[in-house]
């Protein structure tokens, strides 16, 4: 069984947008996973199709209904289905490399994209949804976090990354960000490429690029510096 992707947005002609293109749009092509798009509106009841309203106790913006998205969700996944319901949200659980490592193991998602300055609360709960932000920034909505949640997933699909490798040794799978890239021509612009990468020792070269991660890693981002010490104490002797 390939990944089963649902989306319910509003805005579904965002969709596939950049999955539809390289890597994931070829994924998607060869059907190493699904991506099924819904449009919330179309589980409106009134004339106007409305799926918003005021906030309860005042306050600007608007809501998205909870009948309505419940009603949307509950059409593209019913109480049985094992895959789990995610709402992008910028209130949600940091995305990590871990959580897309953990929902590429599983059979799919089901993204709610919201909009507005929220969705009722009561929805959230009534169907289990799990919020999951990009980063510290507020988006005009969810559609472009959910391109990137699914992007950051697709990739690790079986199959999906020619070189398996590179998946192993770049940033966050080693707990250190990547180090420097170097190819052709040997000079340009009168910058040079490092010595050591054109040696031909291969244990220098290692020895070199784990150096320059670590240090890229120091500079850049001391927490997961700190996370990497804490988690494995320096070996003795
Ligand atoms: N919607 C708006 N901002 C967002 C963010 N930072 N992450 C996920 N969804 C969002």
Same mark, same amino acid.
């Given at each position: 069984?390939?990944f089963e992707?649902?989306?319910?947005? +509003? %805005?579904?002609? =965002?969709?596939?947008?950049?999955?539809?293109? /390289?890597?994931? &749009?070829?994924? +998607?092509?060869? #059907?190493?996973?699904?991506?099924?798009?819904?449009?919330?509106?179309?589980?409106?009841?009134?004339?106007?199709?409305?799926?918003?309203?005021?906030?309860? #106790?005042?306050?600007?913006?608007?809501?998205?209904?909870?009948?309505?998205?419940?009603?949307?969700?509950?059409?593209?996944?019913?109480?049985?289905?094992?895959?789990?319901?995610?709402? =992008?949200?910028?209130? @949600?659980?940091?995305?990590?490399?871990?959580?897309?490592?953990?929902?590429?193991? &599983?059979?799919?998602?089901?993204?709610?994209? &919201?909009?507005?300055?929220?969705?009722?609360?009561?929805?959230? #709960?009534?169907?289990?949804?799990?919020?999951?932000?990009?980063?510290? %920034?507020?988006?005009?909505? #969810? !559609?472009?976090?959910?391109?990137?949640?699914?992007?950051?997933?697709?990739?690790?699909? $079986?199959?999906? =990354? @020619?070189?398996?490798?590179?998946?192993?040794? !770049?940033?966050? !799978?080693?707990?250190?960000?990547?180090? $420097?890239? %170097?190819?052709?021509?040997? !000079?340009?612009?009168?910058?040079?490429v490092p010595?050591?990468?054109?040696?031909?020792?291969? /244990?220098?070269?290692?020895?070199?690029?784990?150096?320059? /991660?670590?240090?890229?890693?120091?500079?850049?981002?001391?927490?997961?510096?700190?996370?990497?010490?804490?988690?494995?104490?320096?070996?003795?002797?």
């Amino acid at each position: 069984m390939s990944f089963e992707a649902s989306v319910l947005t +509003l %805005y579904p002609d =965002m969709f596939p947008g950049t999955l539809g293109q /390289a890597l994931a &749009g070829k994924a +998607l092509k060869s #059907g190493a996973w699904s991506l099924d798009i819904t449009q919330i509106r179309d589980f409106a009841t009134d004339r106007h199709r409305s799926v918003d309203d005021t906030p309860a #106790g005042g306050g600007a913006g608007m809501v998205l209904r909870p009948d309505i998205l419940a009603r949307a969700i509950d059409h593209v996944s019913p109480a049985d289905d094992d895959r789990p319901r995610l709402l =992008m949200s910028p209130r @949600g659980k940091p995305l990590t490399q871990e959580m897309v490592r953990n929902l590429a193991t &599983g059979p799919g998602a089901v993204i709610v994209c &919201g909009r507005f300055e929220g969705v009722d609360e009561r929805v959230i #709960g009534a169907r289990q949804l799990t919020e999951v932000s990009i980063g510290d %920034y507020v988006l005009s909505g #969810g !559609e472009v976090a959910a391109q990137v949640l699914l992007d950051a997933i697709v990739r690790l699909l $079986p199959g999906v =990354m @020619g070189n398996a490798v590179s998946g192993q040794t !770049e940033s966050f !799978e080693t707990g250190l960000l990547e180090h $420097p890239h %170097y190819t052709r021509p040997s !000079e340009w612009e009168g910058r040079t490429v490092p010595d050591v990468l054109t040696s031909g020792n291969h /244990a220098k070269i290692e020895a070199w690029r784990r150096e320059q /991660a670590e240090h890229l890693t120091r500079e850049r981002r001391p927490d997961l510096w700190q996370a990497r010490a804490r988690k494995k104490p320096p070996s003795h002797g």
